[in-house]
Each structure stands twice: as C-alpha cells, then as structure tokens.
C-alpha cells in the first residue's frame, strides 16, 4: 500500500465480516501491510475510517487479492 521496502504483515480486515468474539474475519479478507501502516491501522480505532482516509476500498483490494490467489 505506501511502497515499504519492509517486510508485509498479513492485516484481517476487522469490518468486513462479522465474527464471534475473539475470532478473525477469513483470510480472504486479508491484506499485505507494512509493520507502520498495520500498527496505524490498529490503534486508529475505526478502521473503516483509516482506509476511508487514504481513500483506499480494501474489500475490494482484498479481493482482488484472494481472487489471484485462488486462481493460481
């Protein structure tokens, strides 16, 4: 996403399904992000208004990602 030359962290999209307490949203619903943006993203609180803020949709990036992944 911002072009780290740092290693990915695998990022679950909180908000884009729901899930029991204390359980993760599928892997499709994940996203490559560096060590800064993953830990940005986490203490911002909503996360639906992190990415809205960078005005990126990571449903769909997530999806496309899964989409690659799946197709291989």
């Known amino acids: ?7 990915n962290h ?9 899930s029991g ?3 993760k949203v599928s892997d499709n619903w ?5 060590w800064k943006c993953h830990a940005s993203c986490h203490t ?3 996360e639906d208004e992190w ?3 960078l ?9 496309g990602f899964y989409g690659k992944w799946r197709d291989r």
Not at 1 to 7: K, L, W
Not at 55 to 63: L, N
Request: aromatic share 8%.
């Open 30 to 34: 994940t996203v490559p992000l560096c």
């Open 51 to 53: 990415w809205e803020a």
């Open 44 to 46: 911002r609180g909503r």
């Open 55 to 63: 005005g990126i949709d990571p449903i769909e990036w997530a999806e």
């Open 1 to 7: 996403m911002c072009g780290s030359p740092f290693p």
């Open 21 to 23: 307490m204390g359980q």
């Open 10 to 18: 695998a990022h679950h999209l909180r908000h884009s399904e729901k």
